[in-house]
């Protein structure tokens, strides 16, 4: 009897629990949630509020709108990759000085809009199909301030010149345009309405940062983890995992974000696997220390050229990512009582970033729950 009624008070204990729990839950999906995205420039942060404008929002609207942006990124990484010809492998055929003086010009021009001319078709092709402007792009790009999706736009260069063509959404999802000042986008989850705040990442975007801070209650870090062997575009002398690192730690220890849920994106995993067996994560340099990089890493390490479906490939793999997860994590002052969830992602995979959002809403919501009582931290 008394263990009866014991139990029936435990269980009726437990019910008002549900019961508080239910009606938070209910709450929590009635609210807006204020989710903003940080990182450097190019971690990959507007490419991925596109695919949850495709998951989740109005998809892909007006897909020629950005048509001109695809020339002009195209021809400026060319003219970039062009003049790093002059300083890594020259160009081998003699007779492309008219197509570069044409993509030259073009490069010059970039205040006004830029007409699909077949003359500016013709330069673009002749020039990658250079075989010393290919191993420069193969073998020094990182060195360079390209985009790192040119090739697939060259495969279709043609296609941009026709009049008729309208970019597709893979298109649309690899077209480079630089965030600047706040993007706002709003979207709902299963009944929970996200506002996504996106701002520039670049070095003179950041001081627009601090007029999003407040009432925010998730923050989603992006660090693009291929770019272990670049430098900033603002400045060559910079490692952009050390920025991207050093912004991390600001960001993560401001006592504005001291009870907003902290999602570490390590984005760009689909590039970091492609480039890991050309270029290696730790790198000495006696002659010039301020080209080493990442010299405390201990491997194991990826032979270069090594298959990328061996073991060794998929062990040097988990190493690096694990490598800068921790790099990261170390940087939070207060691992007491600040919690830091980390996804590896790739911003091109519509059904990765799909998995993951739907991952951090679960872990948003906790968070909330959890800094209104209402779950024991």
Not at 127 to 154: C, S
Not at 192 to 197: D, K, Q, R, T, Y
Not at 205 to 225: G, M, P, S, T, Y
Request: hydrophobic share 35%; glycine share 8%.
């Amino acid at each position: 009897m008394g263990a009866g009624g014991s139990t029936g008070l435990e269980a009726r204990r437990r019910n008002k629990e549900i019961e508080k729990q239910g009606l938070a839950d209910y709450k929590l999906e009635k609210e807006r949630i204020k989710l903003l995205l940080l990182g450097a420039g190019e971690s990959g942060k507007t490419t991925v509020l596109k695919q949850m404008k495709l998951l989740y929002g109005k998809g892909f609207e007006n897909p020629g709108a950005e048509k001109g942006a695809f020339l002009t990124n195209i021809v400026t990484s060319m003219r970039e990759l062009v003049d790093g010809t002059d300083r890594f492998v020259p160009l081998a055929d003699s007779g492309l000085k008219g197509a570069r003086n044409t993509i030259e010009q073009a490069s010059d021009s970039m205040s006004g809009e830029i007409e699909f001319t077949d003359d500016i078709k013709d330069a673009l092709i002749a020039l990658w199909n250079d075989e010393g402007l290919r191993e420069t792009w193969e073998k020094h790009r990182n060195e360079l301030q390209v985009q790192e999706h040119l090739a697939y736009f060259m495969e279709k260069l043609e296609e941009f010149f026709e009049k008729t063509y309208i970019p597709t959404e893979d298109d649309w999802l690899r077209n480079r345009i630089r965030t600047t000042g706040v993007v706002r986008e709003s979207f709902v989850l299963d009944g929970v309405e996200f506002e996504i705040w996106d701002v520039g990442g670049q070095r003179n975007e950041r001081r627009k940062w601090i007029h999003v801070f407040d009432n925010v209650q998730a923050l989603i870090f992006f660090a693009a983890i291929n770019e272990y062997d670049q430098r900033l575009f603002e400045s060559n002398d910079v490692n952009r995992i050390d920025e991207a690192l050093n912004l991390f730690e600001n960001v993560a220890n401001n006592e504005a974000f001291d009870k907003a849920g902290l999602i570490l994106f390590l984005n760009k995993s689909d590039l970091f696997a492609e480039k890991l067996n050309r270029s290696p994560i730790k790198y000495v340099d006696s002659e010039n220390p301020k080209n080493s990089r990442f010299e405390d890493f201990k491997g194991p390490y990826c032979p270069m050229g090594e298959p990328r479906d061996s073991k060794v490939w998929k062990e040097a793999h988990d190493a690096g990512i694990e490598y800068f997860e921790s790099r990261f994590v170390q940087r939070n002052h207060k691992p007491s009582t600040k919690s830091i969830y980390t996804h590896v992602t790739n911003a091109m995979d519509k059904n990765n970033i799909d998995f993951v959002f739907g991952a951090c809403k679960s872990i948003i919501l906790e968070n909330m729950l959890k800094h209104v009582g209402l779950m024991r931290g």
